[in-house]
């Protein structure tokens, strides 16, 4: 009996897991090749340029690998937080930062700024069918999790966990004043670069608590 018990929850906890993976992968991937691609400056190209150049495929598996690991993380927080509201609904949200996350990767920004070397020096008069979709799966996943942060904060609160309740609510608004709110475009990059950090962060301390609260 007792194994037949251990056995969905060694799989919840795995999938659990797999949050602290994502949580990781991306900024590792991009923040490595940031600072060692020759010719990229993040205080002028976005993260998501990476996917460009003769190495884009690093950062192509830095969204999609993060993009497949997060909704196996859903689906272990599915299991794990259920019942109410934010144990339905969070997962649904982490998900579709997941899927969000792949089309990411599938999708590429078009070259500009001079990036990557040889591509013109300005902005493209007309934005592809392909970058558009890109800033949209970029907006959707930042979105979710900023969502899912503050549904975890109440919940948190609500079970008398100030500091979690506060560590959630706090990183899912500086995400959004950071990314969603109109700013000069020339600090563009920095700002969703530090969004990404502090989104990443927040998922891999949510995986380590619900791997906590599972064992």
């Known amino acids: 009996m007792t194994s037949v018990v251990e056995t969905p929850l060694r799989r919840t906890r795995f999938l659990l897991g797999c949050g602290t993976v994502a949580g990781l992968l991306f900024p590792v991937l991009s923040f490595g090749q940031a600072f060692t691609r020759s010719g990229f400056e993040l ?3 976005a993260v998501s340029s990476l996917t460009l150049g003769d190495l884009g495929w690093l950062q192509v598996i830095a969204f999609a690998g993060t993009g497949v690991l997060a909704v196996a993380f859903a689906v272990g ?4 937080l259920r019942p109410g509201r934010a ?3 969070v997962p649904v949200l982490v998900g ?3 899927v969000a996350m792949v089309g990411g990767g599938i999708f590429v920004p078009d070259p500009a700024l001079g990036w990557p070397p040889g591509a013109p020096a300005g902005l493209p008069e007309q934005a592809s069918t392909g970058s558009i979709l890109h800033t949209v799966c970029g907006a959707a996943a930042f979105l979710s999790l900023i969502a899912a942060g503050l549904l975890l ?7 008398g966990d100030r500091n979690w309740a506060l560590y959630s609510a706090t990183s899912g608004a500086v995400a959004f004043v950071l ?6 475009e020339g600090s563009a990059s920095i700002r969703f670069a530090v969004g990404a950090v502090l989104i990443s962060g927040w998922l891999v301390a949510l995986s380590w608590r619900a791997r906590d609260e599972v064992a």
Do not use: E, I
């Open 77 to 80: 927080l599915w299991q794990a």
């Open 43 to 45: 205080r002028r190209h």
């Open 96 to 98: 579709v930062y997941g």
């Open 179 to 184: 990314t969603a709110l109109p700013w000069s």
């Open 87 to 89: 144990g339905t609904v």
């Open 153 to 159: 904060a109440r919940r948190f609160a609500g079970q």
